[in-house]
Structure formats: C-alpha cells, structure tokens
C-alpha cells in the first residue's frame, strides 16, 4: 500500500509490483525480455507502454528491443512482422480477428517460449498490448494462452458534452479536458486521455456538446480539434464532432439551413471537405436536431431523414457516419413522452442513407436510474441504430454518489426486444447480427472532466472503464467487469477485492432504491437534477412537470402506459407487450412505470404497493450505510487519499439517500394515507 497515498491520476493503469509471490515468480520466467516490431507511431506507444509498465510489475529490469529475442520473450508485431520471425499463424485465424481484433498466444521456439501479441493493424496490437498487461495487473495465469479477442460493436465512442467556454453540460469532474484557448498546443494530458480510452478499446470520441455551437466548425476550431486528432490517431481513436444543425446560416450567411436546398448542401459539402483536410480519418457527425430548443429540418417542413441524409451523402465519400439522435420528445404528438421518439422515427426506417445511424439513449424517457428499453430498439428494422449510455451520472447522485452503471447497461443489452423473434436483444440489434446491418456504433456521454482524478469521484472511474469493455464485448458480464477494474485500481487482495464488489454490485440497486424504486422516475429536482422534488409541478411546461411522471393521488402511484392508458406498451412486441400491460404480470421493477397502481395493491412481497416503496427506500438508505461501513473497513488496505475523498463521498451520499427517502415517503404518505392506509 502507498502510504502516502494516491490521487487517482493513474486510473487503471498504475502498474504496481505484483505482490503475489507464485504469479511474480511465473512472470518474470516468462518475459525475460519483450519485443515490440514494426516502426510507427503506434509502436512506438506500445513500446513506451511496456517499458513503463513491465518493470514496474515485475519488479525487475526487462530488457526491450526490436530485434528477434534470445530465451522467453513477449514478442509483439502484426502479421508480416512475425512472419519475419518465422512465426506462422494461419490467415483464416487473421482473418477471423478483423481490423482491430487481437491474439495473445504462447508459441514455443526451439527451447524457449514466446508469448505473442498480434492482429492485423498496430491499433490492434495495441489494444493487444493493454489486454495482456491486464492479466499481469490482475495475477492470471499466463502459461498456455490463446486468447483471441474482437470487438462485437465497431464504433465504441465516448461523446463529451463539453463546451467551447471550458464548461461541461452534465459534467461533475471540473472544467472540459480540452482547452479551446491553448489548442492546438497539446497538454500533455491529452495523451493521457487517450491512453486510457485506449486500453479498454474505445476508437472514437465526439469532442463537442449535442448541444452544439456553431464556432466549433470555423477554421480556426476545426484547427484545434485536428491537433487532437492528430494526438489520438495513433492511439486508433477517431474524432467526430456535433455540427449545429443551423450552422449554414450562423456561420455561411444563408438565408436557410433547410437540408433540402442545394445551396445549404453546398455549405456543407465545402465545410466537410475542408474538415477532411485537416482530419483525414474524421469520423463523422453527431446531430441533435429539433430537441429541447434546438434548430433541425424541422424548422423547414422537412423531417429527420431529410436533415441526416444531406449530411451522410456529404459524409459518404470520405467515410465518415452520420449519428441522428432520436432524443425527441414533443408531447404535440402524443401527450406521453415516452411514446414520442418511436412515433416520429418509425415511419421513417428505411428512408435513411446506409451511413447514418439513429442515435437512441437507453430508455424511452431520459437516462433515468432504471427505465425499460427503448422501444425504438425493437421497431427500426433498416435502420442501424446506435445506444446512447449517459456515464455521467446527471440523475444518479453526479460525482458525489457511488454507483456502478455497468449492471443498469447489462439489463438493457440483455433485453430480449423479440423483434426478430426470441434472442432479438438489444445488444445483438446494436451491434448489427440481428438485421445484418455492418454499422454499429455504442456512444457514452463522458464524464470526465479536468479533476485531477479525472472523473470526480474515484469509483465512477469505473463506469468509464465499464463502458469500453462493455462496448468492446457486451457478453462480458458486469461482476466480470468490475473484478478487473477493482484489482487494478485498488488492490488484488481477495478480501478487498470481494469487500469492494459487495459495495459496487449493491450500488445501483440501491440508488433505485432510495431514489426511484418500483418504476419512479423522473423526480428528481428540476434544473441541476440533484436530489429529490417529487412535488414540482409547474404548469409551463408538462412533460417537465415531476407530477406528471408519478401521477400520485388518493387512489395510488404511477404513470399508466397499458392499453388502459396510454398504450405505450404497443411500442412493445409480444411476449412484452402483454407482460408489460398486465398489472399482475408487469415486472415490479417497471410497475410504477407502466401502471397507475392503488396503493393497497399487493406486491409479491405481501406487502401492499405502500409498504412496499417504504421498504424500498429503506432498503436503499441502509445499503449505503452498508457500503459506508464496509469502506470504513477497508482503511487499512486503502491508501489514506484516496480512502478519506471516498469516505468523505459515502458520507454525504448517506445524507443524499436519507433526504431522497424523507422527502419522497412525506409526500408520497400525504397520497398514501388518504386513502386511510
Ligand atoms: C445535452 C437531458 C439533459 C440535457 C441534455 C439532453 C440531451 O435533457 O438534461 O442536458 O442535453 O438530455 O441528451 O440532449
């Protein structure tokens, strides 16, 4: 342990000696020396991230070169590299790992045994490179490997919500990462950034708000954001960006920005071209159009596929992709929210171009603690269709609350959509098996920031680590996930590593617990989005009204969305549909969701629908308490920096979750007990 602590700078990525005296012993016999090939810039990563990384685990001077190795060595190259060396593996196996796939093999030679990193670009061998080091930061065994791995979504994008001023929409880490002011001088912390994406596979990254600003495209920017693709390239991360959809007039002098007048296309066309110069791998647009105020083609009496087709064709030649964001929710077109986005998108499947990708978030309202999938994901069968994650924590407690997202991303990949029948599930219809589609695109609104340790609180690093692995394989499981982050990010000990799984396995239940449990949402205090305010209810805005989410009165809790009320679950295909709009067959955990529930309504629990959210709360309040003890306990394993800023944390989450329950069961009870309850 460091005693004198530890900021959290390093992420996962910190490399301490291993202290498990067998795997040590087993390491060092195994890389005697380490071999990366090849001469780019990207090798030249791989190279620095070994001689960084291997004599601070082995504890040991590991000698590195690029020359054919004498005894056991870790030899890493692509393919015409290792042919070099005489190493022959089959192209089928090649061919099978794609562009950005990788082995890990042991491979003997003469006497000695190599173990080989390969696959057919250098990004991939980097990718490589981190995944082996992993199983060093976390003690595997590393005697007969063959272990080949490929990416099941092939854009994995992180989208920054940051601003040219320096501030960040939803961010809780400090001011944005990207300094406008000082770019296209490169701080070193860019690499950083990019290091860290890199290692859990991320390739792209849109480095503007949704909520776009039309400088982000004059030159003078275009030039600051090149000097930042030009730092993640070799990293094999690609830059996108958010255009303002009224950009054509705000910065052209048009008198229109309707995508369907040619003039406007031409803008576009010069403004694309003069992007592609600059950043010759650009990887496209992110657009959110005709949402919460911004401008879109629907300004024009045009429509989505009208606005994302202009701008994938000028896209298309240079590969670029263009992702149009489904989060619309204009409740002219049905008073439920939650209905809105399929009813504007589904008419539209396949209108639009092979390069755009409709962009959904998770759920059908708004990244809420827990919400059912969003129906679009089982409606859009031409369409390929990107899932948005929010990593930033807007609803769930910000930087201040632990709470580990992976398992909430789990629940909506492994949802079964039925749309192609049984199997259909999100993941597979992200990723592109189910409708045969071959772009797939994952995005997670990041929610890192400038704090030194990178994203405010030291676990919701995890939610950044979850993402990329998640994206690069959503078989992973969310427990699988978090044992890796955990052992190399606070310690391979057993009883810490299981102390800490207990807390972050129990986390994101708990906070549906004492914020939204049964199905809630939406009641969170309007504008900033901290704490709880069940009560608001302004009459100017509906669908922004809490009240109108819960819909509490005397005879019981929850927006009615069965065929009863608004039909939401006909978004929904069978077996779903009906399970959702039964009462009794409505999984408990989206009741309140789909049901107007009375309150003496009896849940699998025997307790009545008000006992039950009393419990539920409760539940929540005392895991907290939990995790807070548990942390208390782990003082003597934890560096003292890093434990007190958590320590501290937990604390104000338990007043967080005490507040939520006090402030939500006063005034859910006022509805409760006048029924006589
Ligand atoms: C970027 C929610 C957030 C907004 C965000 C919006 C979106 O409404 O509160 O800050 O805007 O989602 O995803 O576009």
Request: include cysteine; proline fraction near 5%; hydrophobic fraction near 40%.
């Amino acid at each position: 342990m460091d005693v004198k602590g530890e900021d959290g700078y390093e992420l996962w990525l910190r490399y301490r000696k291993v202290d498990n005296a067998d795997r040590l012993a087993q390491y060092r016999e195994a890389i005697g020396s380490a071999v990366a090939l090849g001469k780019s810039l990207t090798t030249d990563l791989i190279k620095d991230e070994l001689a960084r990384a291997l004599p601070a685990l082995l504890d040991s001077d590991v000698s590195l070169s690029e020359q054919e190795p004498a005894g056991n060595a870790l030899v890493v190259g692509v393919a015409k590299e290792l042919e070099a060396l005489d190493v022959t593996i089959p192209p089928a196996q090649y061919r099978r790992l794609g562009e950005e796939g990788f082995l890990i093999r042991s491979h003997q030679v003469g006497g000695s045994d190599w173990i080989l990193i390969t696959g057919n670009a250098e990004p991939a061998i980097l990718t490589g490179t981190f995944h082996f080091l992993r199983l060093l930061q976390t003690h595997q065994d590393i005697r007969d490997l063959d272990l080949g791995s490929s990416p099941r979504i092939g854009r994995r994008i992180l989208g920054h919500w940051d601003n040219i001023d320096g501030s960040v929409e939803r961010g809780y880490a400090g001011p944005s990462l990207w300094n406008w002011d000082e770019l296209p001088t490169i701080d070193a912390r860019y690499h950083d950034y990019a290091r860290a994406c890199a290692s859990i596979g991320i390739n792209g990254t849109v480095l503007n708000n949704v909520n776009a600003q039309a400088k982000s495209l004059t030159t003078e920017y275009l030039v600051k954001a090149a000097a930042l693709a030009d730092v993640f390239r070799p990293y094999g991360i690609r830059v996108y960006l958010s255009p303002l959809p009224s950009a054509p007039i705000r910065l052209g002098g048009l008198a229109t920005s309707d995508p369907r007048d040619p003039v406007v296309t031409d803008w576009w066309k010069e403004k694309v071209e003069e992007i592609y110069r600059l950043i010759p791998d650009f990887g496209g647009f992110q657009v959110k159009a005709n949402s919460e105020g911004q401008p879109g083609p629907q300004d024009y009496g045009a429509d989505h596929d009208d606005g994302a087709n202009m701008l994938a064709e000028v896209l298309a030649p240079y590969g670029g992709v263009m992702l149009w964001r489904a989060f619309v929710y204009d409740t002219s077109i049905d008073a439920d929210r939650a209905k809105c986005a399929y009813k504007e998108f589904v008419p539209l499947d396949g209108q639009f171009r092979p390069n755009v990708s409709v962009q959904i978030k998770n759920g059908p309202v708004d990244f809420q603690p827990r919400e059912p999938f969003h129906p679009l994901f089982g409606a859009l069968e031409q369409t390929p269709m990107t899932l948005e994650l929010q990593i930033t924590q807007e609803y769930l407690g910000q930087s201040i609350h632990l709470v580990y997202l992976a398992d909430m991303w789990k629940e909506v990949l492994d949802s079964d959509t039925y749309a192609e029948g049984p199997g259909s599930t999100v993941a597979r219809v992200v990723d592109g098996s189910v409708y045969g589609h071959t772009l797939s695109s994952i995005l997670g609104v990041a929610n890192t920031g400038s704090d030194h340790n990178w994203c405010g609180h030291h676990f919701a690093q995890a939610n950044w680590y979850a993402f990329g692995r998640l994206a690069w394989d959503h078989g992973l499981s969310a427990e699988a996930i978090i044992d890796e982050w955990i052992r190399m990010t606070w310690s391979n000990d057993k009883g810490i590593v299981e102390a800490i799984k207990t807390m972050m396995l129990g986390s994101w239940p708990a906070c549906i617990n004492y914020m939204t449990p049964l199905g809630l949402h939406h009641i969170m205090k309007e504008g900033h989005h901290y704490g709880p305010n069940p009560a608001f209810n302004a009459a100017w805005r509906p669908d922004w009204n809490n009240v109108y989410y819960h819909r509490a009165d005397a005879e019981g809790l929850g927006f009615d969305r069965s065929s009863s009320g608004s039909n939401a679950v006909s978004q929904y295909h069978d077996p779903l549909r009906e399970q959702f709009d039964g009462i009794d067959t409505c999984p408990e955990k989206f009741l309140l969701w789909f049901h107007h529930v009375p309150w003496d309504y009896r849940l699998q629990s025997g307790r009545t629908l008000w006992e039950e959210l009393q419990f539920r709360y409760d539940a929540g309040v005392a895991f907290v308490e939990k995790m807070l003890d548990i942390w208390q306990g782990l003082q003597d394993g934890i560096d003292p920096q890093r434990h007190t800023h958590v320590g501290r944390r937990l604390k104000q989450q338990l007043k967080n979750a005490r507040l939520w329950r006090k402030v939500c069961i006063d005034y859910f009870g006022h509805f409760a007990d006048s029924d006589g309850d």
